[in-house]
Nanobody
Framework: QVQLQESGPGLMKPSQTLSLSCTVSGGSITTNYYYWSWIRQPPGKGLEWMGAINYSGSTYYNPSLKSRTSISRDTSKNQFTLQLSSVTPEDTAVYYC??????????????WGQGTQVTVSS
């Protein structure tokens, strides 16, 4: 029922700011007690959690990316957004948005977007 869809530019030049939006349908981003996350996967590498925004608007960031990462939301559009400043080719990756749900024992990523490819190249 819940669906997430990423949108944004597929190509970026170094030093620019990446902006991606995740549109959620079938559920509200303000519903207790879900967290809404951004995760990326560079080619040939594992998943990297970037950050999240929770149901009340509190944000959390991967310390390695915090200085240039900002997550916000627009509740009227049921969207949350990722901004990553000063991008370099090392930021080339597939970017996913995902929901963190309760799970049976532990919190789990229960819904994912399809992912969107972002390539940073001069």
């Amino acid at each position: 029922q819940v669906q997430l869809q990423e949108s944004g530019p597929g190509l970026m030049k170094p030093s620019q700011t990446l902006s991606l939006s995740c549109t959620v349908s079938g559920g509200s981003i303000t519903t207790n007690y879900y967290y809404w996350s951004w995760i990326r996967q560079p080619p040939g590498k594992g998943l990297e959690w970037m950050g999240a925004i929770n149901y009340s608007g509190s944000t959390y960031y991967n310390p390695s990316l915090k200085s240039r990462t900002s997550i916000s939301r627009d509740t009227s559009k049921n969207q949350f957004t990722l901004q990553l400043s000063s991008v370099t080719p090392e930021d080339t990756a597939v970017y996913y948005c995902a929901r963190v749900g309760q799970g049976s024992v532990y919190p789990e990523y229960d819904y994912w977007g399809q992912g969107t490819q972002v390539t940073v190249s001069s």
